[in-house]
């Protein structure tokens, strides 16, 4: 299987990259970084809660409201080191929670604002674990939590300004990671990790006091809360959070918002650069200025050079600078963004992915066989990753742990990747090899070409093996973008799958939106695509049939 067009070099060049030492940090734990910023009196959150209303505070007043939230959690029984489940009607009480407990010693675990069930969690808790919940009552019962009480209900009590704070190397904060089956798994930060790895991306990307920043992604996730919100208050910078759902409703929300903010430092994830590319005829009557932009960040898995150039292009006459765009990767247990660079965008056409860049300071990383030896480079294999913000496992869950990393220590992520001249291109997942007529292909680049070229819904394509009546095949799951023509969407999936990988598509089964598998895990969808298919749960859909599911 090729998977990239990397030059090959000397075997004698190991796979290996390390970043540069790591700066000293300003801080030692979460809790100084917060009240650094309150006492500077720059920068500051803004939260939009929609189009017509936010909410402003400054650190100062960030840091006065969670003293009160930690005051009346402290009275309701909660103590350093106890584990806090966060719910919140908006990001605001999320983020006055969530620095609450980090003024106190109490490890949260965000789950936004979605509505998820506290009880979903109780099997990541121990007998000894003391666990909270900050939030409304959701009405089911947890067999560990117990009820603080809502955010606002919190914050009536008497500020507490005894601060009990973690130390570098005490777990700081969990996050939920996509599940590996049925159950999340929490990843375990600390406050070391979190801070190198703050400290190392302002290094990086020369990121300012002055820079003023936007962000949609969900503050439990460690884009939004990591990437965005811990790296701004660090910096005492201004920073903006969107709904997520907002801008996706619209996403020229997005660049109208940053050009209404003279925003300089943002971010999206791939699929988004996708859909502001395809709104392009309602660009160019626009009038933006995006003059101010230093600094747009797309992370994602196999990052495509053709969609960055056009996203650059259509804003090029609205002030969009050529080297704005900024590659890179991370996941959760890194504590998100842990390489990136700007690449060229003329000079990556010649290449199906844009390189995601070189580590950063006290960060490796390294590709590797499945007996975790160390391959040339520009071999691909498999990406490991370790340094200071590697999270050291999963929380209660140590088989897990043992699973996930290597003998010596490195984080074993399951990307497919190569390094060429110490800098990384990622072009997949492990989980996203497909095997077809004896080959290995890899799904998720047949995946986004018929994306590229079909009418289908971005993210929701799934390309699989599958066993049919006619023996095994190609299956290309997917939910179709509007009300179309079934026949001519199919017609063109098929050619897309012909022409870029010269395969026959056995079965295109168009879905519902309810039958798409919500695991994010390219392996997971597969494999429940492929039961249920060969269980029957479709009808016959080669030669242009339809499936049981079919979207009419």
Not at 100 to 113: D, F, H, R, S, Y
Not at 177 to 203: C, D, F, K, Q, Y
Not at 285 to 295: G, K, Q, S, V
Not at 321 to 345: K, Q
Request: glycine fraction near 12%.
């Amino acid at each position: 299987m090729t998977i990239h067009n990397a030059p090959k070099r000397g075997a004698h060049i190991p796979a290996l990259s390390w970043g540069a030492n790591l700066p000293a940090p300003g801080a030692g734990n979460l809790a100084e970084v917060a009240l650094r910023a309150a006492e500077t009196g720059t920068g500051g959150i803004v939260v939009m809660h929609g189009p017509e209303h936010e909410t402003e505070l400054s650190y100062e007043e960030l840091v006065a409201s969670a003293s009160r939230v930690l005051g009346g959690a402290r009275a309701a029984g909660a103590a350093r080191g106890d584990k806090v489940v966060i719910t919140a009607a908006d990001a605001r009480e999320q983020l006055t929670a969530f620095w609450a407990c980090m003024l106190g010693g109490m490890i949260p675990l965000p789950l936004g604002t979605g509505g998820r069930d506290p009880a979903d969690l109780d099997h990541l808790w121990s007998p000894s674990d003391r666990v909270w919940l900050i939030g409304p009552e959701t009405g089911t019962e947890s067999q560990h939590a117990h009820l603080l009480g809502a955010v606002s209900e919190l914050a009536s009590a008497a500020p507490d300004h005894v601060y009990t704070p973690g130390t570098w190397d005490d777990l700081a904060v969990l996050l939920l990671a996509p599940p590996a089956g049925e159950r999340p798994r929490a990843v375990a930060l600390s406050h070391g990790n979190l801070v190198s790895r703050t400290v190392a991306t302002i290094g990086a990307n020369r990121l300012r006091t002055d820079d003023r920043t936007f962000n949609w992604g969900p503050l439990d996730q460690a884009g939004g809360l990591v990437m965005s919100h811990l790296r701004d208050v660090y910096l005492r910078c201004l920073q903006v959070h969107a709904p997520a759902r907002w801008i996706l409703g619209d996403p020229l929300r997005w660049i109208e918002q940053m050009h209404r903010r003279g925003t300089t430092v943002s971010w999206a994830p791939n699929f988004a650069f996708e859909l502001v590319n395809d709104s392009a005829s309602r660009i160019s009557d626009r009038r933006w200025d995006l003059r101010a932009l230093r600094r747009v960040m797309n992370g994602g898995e196999g990052l495509r050079p053709e969609v960055l150039r056009r996203f650059a292009r259509l804003l090029e006459p609205h002030g969009l600078g050529g080297d704005v765009i900024v590659a890179g990767w991370g996941r959760a247990e890194t504590a998100s963004t842990v390489v990136d660079w700007r690449p060229d965008l003329d000079q990556a056409r010649a290449h199906r992915f844009v390189a995601a860049g070189e580590p950063y300071a006290s960060v490796g990383v390294r590709i590797v066989n499945h007996f975790d030896e160390v391959l040339p480079e520009g071999e691909s294999g498999l990406l490991e990753v370790t340094g200071e913000p590697v999270s050291a496992g999963y929380y209660g869950d140590p088989e897990a742990t043992r699973r996930s990393y290597s003998t010596d220590g490195w984080l074993r992520t399951g990307e497919i990747a190569f390094l060429h001249r110490g800098r990384l291109t990622v072009t997949g997942r492990d989980g996203d090899i497909v095997i077809v007529d004896g080959t290995a292909h890899d799904g998720g680049e047949i995946e986004r070409a018929v994306e590229a070229a079909a009418p289908v819904e971005p993210g929701h394509t799934v390309a699989c093996a599958v066993d049919g009546a006619d023996g095994p095949g190609l299956a290309v799951f997917y939910i179709p973008e509007g009300i179309g023509d079934a026949a001519l969407a199919e017609k063109e999936i098929r050619e897309a799958v012909a022409h870029s990988h010269g395969l026959r598509l056995a079965h295109a089964v168009r879905l519902r939106r309810a039958d798409f598998p919500e695991t994010s895990l390219p392996r997971l969808k597969r494999m429940l695509l492929a039961q249920r298919f060969e269980a029957g749960a479709f009808d016959r859909t080669d030669a242009g049939a339809e499936p049981a599911g079919a979207v009419h």
